[in-house]
C-alpha cells in the first residue's frame, strides 16, 4: 500500500471508531437520564408523612375540602387557589441525612437530598408543666381551638400538583433559643421586632428588652437561624423544641407593611422598589419621583403586588405567611395572634419556662406617634381599590385567611 492508502484507511477507521465512540455516549447518557428520571418520579409518588428515623410511615390521606371551605365554594373558587405553583403543600423534599461528613454531601446526586411526604405530623400536646398560676383558662383554650384547626385544614388538605423544596429553604425563618429551646418563625408586622427582643433577653444578650435598639434587633446577627446549623442540627431542634409562630389578619399586616415602609423615609425601600413600582404603574410619573422613589401609592403598591410579571420581587414583609413558615409543613407547638398578642407571648413565655420578670414588650417599636393600623384604617385604605383589585388582593392571601381562621374581608 502506497503512503496515500495507508492514510485514507487510517482515517476512515479514525472516523468509524469516533463514530462509535459518540453513539455509545450518547447511549449511556440515555440511559442514565431514564434512571434519573424514573428514580425522581418514584420520589415523586411516594406519598409518605414525615418522620424521625426508624418510626413508621403512613400513607397520605384523601383529598377533600379544607375545614370551612365547602365542595362548592371550591369550584365556585374554580381551585386556583389549590394548584400550581402557588401551593405551599403537598410533597416536600427533605434530607433528613445527619451522619454524612460535608465530603460525602458534596459528593451527592441531588435528588438523595428530597424526599416524598404528606404532611402535617401528628399533633402533640403542649407540655403545661412550668405554667403557674390558675389566670391562663382562656388563653389555653383559644390555643388549643387553634392548634385543633390548624392541623385539620392541613391534614384534610390533599395537593395534586407537589412542592419540592428544600429542609433548610423551609426552616430560613426560623429563629432559635437554645437555652429555653425555643423556635421562632418570623411574621413581619406581626410583632417580630418584639419577639426578637425577647428571644435576645431569654439568651442572656440582654437584660431587658426595653433597652435593645431597631437596629440591634434586626442588623446586629445576634440571633441564630435554624438554616445555619447543619442537617443534624436542624432537624434534632425541629423534633425537640417548642415552635412558634406569630400571626395576623393578612389585610392589617400588608397594610401595616405598605405604611411603614413607603410612607415614612427609607433608605431600602424607596430605592428599590419604589423607584421600580412608579417606573412600571405611574403614567407620567415626574423625574424626583423616578429618581428617588418616594412617594408609593397603595393602589400602585398593590398593582405591583399582583402582577404576575413584577418590576422587582418578593419581600419578607408582604409574602403570605404559608411561604414564610410553612405551616401545614412544620408543626408548630403554639399559634399566636397579633390581635391577641400580650396575653398569648406571655402564657408562651410561661409554657419555655421563662424567667418571670420577662413580660412581653407593650411598646410600638417604630413610628410610635402613628395610629396602629386597625380594622378602620385597612378600610379607608382599601377605598382606593377597585372592587376587582380588592377581591384580587384577598385571593392572594387567601391560604393565610383560612389556615388561621380570619375572617374575610367585604370586598
Known amino acids: 500500500?502506497?503512503?496515500?492508502?495507508?492514510?485514507?484507511?487510517?482515517?476512515?477507521?479514525?472516523?468509524?471508531?469516533?463514530?462509535?465512540?459518540?453513539?455509545?455516549?450518547?447511549?449511556?447518557?440515555?440511559?442514565?437520564?431514564?434512571?434519573?428520571?424514573?428514580?425522581?418520579?418514584?420520589?415523586i409518588n411516594q406519598d409518605f408523612i414525615l418522620s424521625p428515623p426508624g418510626m413508621t410511615r403512613r400513607a397520605a390521606w384523601n383529598s377533600s375540602a379544607p375545614p370551612g371551605l365547602s365542595k362548592h365554594e371550591m369550584a365556585a373558587s374554580g381551585g386556583r387557589h389549590w394548584r400550581g405553583k402557588a401551593d405551599p403543600f403537598g410533597v416536600v423534599a427533605a434530607s433528613l441525612v445527619s451522619q454524612l461528613s460535608d465530603q460525602q454531601k458534596m459528593s451527592e446526586s441531588p435528588l438523595s437530598h428530597f424526599r416524598g411526604v404528606y404532611l402535617p405530623p401528628a399533633l402533640h400536646p403542649l407540655n403545661k408543666t412550668l405554667v403557674k398560676g390558675g389566670n391562663w383558662k382562656d388563653v389555653d383554650s383559644a390555643q388549643e381551638k387553634r392548634r385543633s384547626f390548624l392541623h385539620d385544614f392541613c391534614k384534610k388538605y390533599n395537593s395534586r400538583k407537589?412542592?419540592?423544596?428544600?429542609?433548610?429553604?423551609?426552616?430560613?425563618?426560623?429563629?432559635?433559643?437554645?437555652?429555653?429551646?425555643?423556635?421562632?418563625?418570623?411574621?413581619?408586622?406581626?410583632?417580630?421586632?418584639?419577639?426578637?427582643?425577647?428571644?435576645?433577653?431569654?439568651?442572656?444578650?440582654?437584660?431587658?428588652?426595653?433597652?435593645?435598639?431597631?437596629?440591634?434587633?434586626?442588623?446586629g446577627k445576634h440571633l441564630r437561624r435554624l438554616d445555619s446549623y447543619d442537617l443534624k442540627g436542624i432537624y434534632t431542634r425541629l423534633n425537640t423544641y417548642t415552635k412558634t409562630i406569630f400571626v395576623r389578619d393578612p389585610m392589617e399586616r400588608l397594610v401595616s407593611a405598605f405604611r411603614d415602609k413607603f410612607e415614612h423615609p427609607n433608605s431600602y425601600y424607596h430605592p428599590v422598589f419604589g423607584k421600580a413600582i412608579i417606573k412600571k404603574y405611574r403614567h407620567n410619573a415626574n423625574e424626583e419621583s423616578l429618581k428617588t422613589g418616594s412617594g408609593v401609592k397603595f393602589k400602585e403598591f398593590i398593582q405591583y403586588l399582583l402582577d404576575s410579571h413584577r418590576p422587582v420581587g418578593m419581600d419578607i414583609h408582604w409574602e403570605q405567611v404559608s411561604k414564610l413558615c410553612y405551616p401545614c409543613l412544620i408543626n408548630y407547638d403554639f399559634i399566636g395572634k397579633f390581635e391577641t398578642l400580650e396575653e398569648d407571648a406571655n402564657y408562651f413565655l410561661q409554657l419555655v419556662g421563662a424567667p418571670a420578670e420577662l413580660k412581653f414588650p407593650k411598646f410600638k417599636d417604630r413610628h410610635s406617634s402613628d395610629e396602629r393600623t386597625s380594622a378602620e384604617v385597612v378600610r379607608q385604605y382599601l377605598k382606593e381599590l377597585s372592587k376587582e383589585e380588592r377581591q384580587l388582593t384577598y385571593d392572594f392571601y387567601y391560604l393565610d385567611y383560612l389556615m388561621f381562621n380570619y375572617t374575610s374581608p367585604i370586598v
Request: aromatic letters at 8%.
Open 1 to 43: 500500500m502506497n503512503p496515500r492508502q495507508v492514510f485514507v484507511s487510517v482515517l476512515i477507521f479514525g472516523v468509524a471508531g469516533l463514530l462509535l465512540f459518540m453513539y455509545l455516549q450518547a447511549w449511556i447518557e440515555e440511559q442514565h437520564t431514564d434512571s434519573g428520571k424514573k428514580l425522581q418520579q418514584q420520589l
Open 162 to 219: 407537589k412542592l419540592r423544596t428544600h429542609l433548610v429553604h423551609l426552616v430560613s425563618r426560623i429563629y432559635v433559643e437554645d437555652r429555653h429551646k425555643v423556635l421562632y418563625c418570623e411574621v413581619p408586622k406581626a410583632g417580630c421586632s418584639n419577639w426578637k427582643r425577647v428571644l435576645m433577653v431569654l439568651n442572656g444578650l440582654a437584660t431587658s428588652a426595653h433597652n435593645i435598639s431597631h437596629d440591634d434587633v434586626h442588623y
